[in-house]
């Protein structure tokens, strides 16, 4: 039998600085490889660490944006460190409103082995390619027992 704790709920923010591997265009959308790795990503609020992301993004020919990947996230949770795999998706209708978004917590280790979470995140995110930005995250956890 599974005990759980209370579902906690958390808030913060997550910064990050995206740069392209490969870019290709086929029926006039835009696919793009991207990740973030130096600087790694920041997470301040409940989650407070650093993280290293990979994701898929399409640009639409309308102007819309979709995007899903993962970041491997290391760090303290509620006093308890270890890393995560956080699966993350989003979109945007053009380039120059806010993401919104989903996350979910895969799977964990060491302190974090037996988190449980998902939320939404929102924000403008990075302006560009190689430049910082921020989005807001929120969500709900617990740990499984």
Request: aromatic share 12%; hydrophobic share 30%.
């Amino acid at each position: 039998m599974t005990h759980t704790t209370p579902h906690t709920s958390v808030l913060g923010k997550w910064c990050y600085t995206p740069f392209i591997k490969d870019s290709r265009s086929v029926d006039d959308n835009t696919f793009l490889e991207a990740y973030t790795k130096d600087p790694p990503d920041e997470w301040t609020g409940n989650l407070e660490g650093k993280s290293e992301d990979t994701y898929n993004a399409v640009i639409l020919p309308t102007g819309k944006w979709d995007a899903g990947g993962v970041a491997l996230f290391d760090g303290t949770v509620d006093n308890r460190k270890g890393a995560l795999v956080i699966w993350f998706t989003g979109s945007r209708p053009d380039a120059t409103a806010d993401w919104s978004g989903k996350w979910v917590i895969l799977r964990g280790t060491a302190g974090l082995a037996n988190l449980r979470g998902e939320g939404t995140w929102w924000g403008p995110g990075a302006p560009d390619v190689g430049k910082r930005g921020c989005v807001e995250y929120s969500g709900k956890i617990h740990f499984d027992s």
